[in-house]
Structures are given as C-alpha cells and as structure tokens.
C-alpha cells in the first residue's frame, strides 16, 4: 500500500507491506523491517536497570519534562505520580516506586532530560 | 471485543486510565469527550457525530509502544484508504489528515515506574462530525463531510482494533 506522510512541511512517499512475519516499510530507497526480527529502526534506547532499593527516580527515557507534581519536603506513596514526560512521541507519566521525602528534584518543567538521568531524589 | 461504552466522558484515555485492573484491550468509547486532548495537552474537539476511543494496551517495551504509535496511525489510514477511496496524509506521529485538514488524532499515554506498568492509545476521528466551529474549520474535517458518506463507526472501530492487535502481536513476538 502507498502513503504520503508529513514530516515538518516535508512530504515522503511510504510504500508498506505486510510480509510473513512482519511489515516492511519503504521510505524512498530505503527500507526497515518491524517484525520477528525485532529490528530497532525508530530508536536505540534500552531499558535502564534500576535499583529499586537506591531511593532515586531515574528517566528510563529521554524526553521534555512537562509537569512537575511534586514539591521539596512532600512525603509521597509508591505508586504516585511524579511528574509527566513527553517523550518518544507519547505522554508518559513517572510514578514513584517507593515512598519518602523528596529532598531534592533534579528537573523542571520545560528541561530535557535524558535516559538514566536523576529526576527526584527521595530521603 | 470488550468495550466500555459511554455517553460521555472527560477524555477516553483518562477513563482507561482509571479502570485499574481492565484487561487488555479493553476498549473505552464515548459518544462525547468534554475535554479530549492529544500531546502536550492540545484539544481535541469531541462532539457527538466522531469516534472516540481508547484501548488498553498489554504490557510491553517502551520501543514496541512507540512503534504501535506510529503503526496506529498507518492502520487508520489504511482503514479511512480502503473502506473511502480516498488519500489520505500521514503526519507521523500522531495525526491523519484528509484534503490538508486532521482527520484522526493519536495519542499513546504510559505510566512508568521501574518499567512500564499501564498504557493506553487514544484515537480520535472525525467521522460523521457535521461541522466544526470557525477557529478549526480551516484545520479539522470530518470524513461525512469529505465524502458525503455516513460511517459505520462500530465496524471502523473493530477495523483498528483488529488491525492494532495483529501488529502488536508481530512487533512484540
């Protein structure tokens, strides 16, 4: 099947086949294969193995930090909400995994970040 | 097919994500999203008249749920190309534009901790919406609009959802 796509006012024309096992999609003369394979076209990020014992929230991706929900000195549960990261084309919301004191946020609203970064860092 | 019907709701995908313990692909639809949204907290106008839906999504690698994203968005217009005949545009990541104008919104929302432990894909398309007010006239349409034909919402809805499930199945595997 053929497609035109956008990309930032450019065009590009997409040819996508559905092949056993997979979808093969060419843009121009280039082709990437998703499927069995598991070829990693899109991106390179790998998942970050944390230490959950470490009381630290970590970025397990890179992305534009877009709300901070938290503040300094608040006591949070494990499993509430931090702040949101736009990231990878999708909206991602951080939760904590252990609870405590937050003694110091490493980020802000608006800041890059990268994977692997420090977000908060808990007492 | 398991899904959550609605009147109307704030926004599919907030309601996914507070159905703690919803299977996966479980489907929330709405007839009206009060406060649709899509990245970075864009609108998404919702009236009655468009498909609006969320599916929760089995858990998976960051990487295979950005790849759906984007599939979603090529499964929509595979879907709008085949059942209309007509051409339209993908603007990856998220949206599908119909004549220049959006047609479809996408927008992937994960909760993350050590790993990801909940995500949810929204969709958005202006099917049989009638008209839209001036400030998006210029920019949305819908697909009655487009090409004067009434869809069959229940049967593009179980199009997508089939289609999503067997590229999630092959990006996972």
Known sequence: MDFKIKIKDKEYHIELKEEKGGVKVKIGDKEFAFGSKKEKILTQSSSIKKDSSKKEIVSSLSGLVTSVFVKEGENIKAGQKVLTLSAMKMENEIV???????????????????EGEVLIVLI | MQIEKFKSVESTNKKAKEMKGALPWTVVLSEVQEKGYGRKGGEWYSPKGGLYFSVILPKGEIDDLQTITILAAFIVAKTIKEDFNVEPLIKL???????GRKICGILTENVIGDEVKFSVIGIGINTN????????????????????KEVDDMEMLEKIITGLKNQFKTISQ
């Open chain 2, 93 to 99: 990541p998220n949206d599908v534009l119909l004549n």
């Open chain 1, 96 to 114: 904590s995994e252990n609870g405590g004191k937050i003694k110091k946020i490493l980020v802000k609203e608006n800041q890059q970040v990268k």
């Open chain 2, 129 to 148: 919406t009638e008209s839209f007010p001036l400030e998006l006239k210029d920019i949305a349409t819908s697909l009655k609009m487009e090409t004067g």
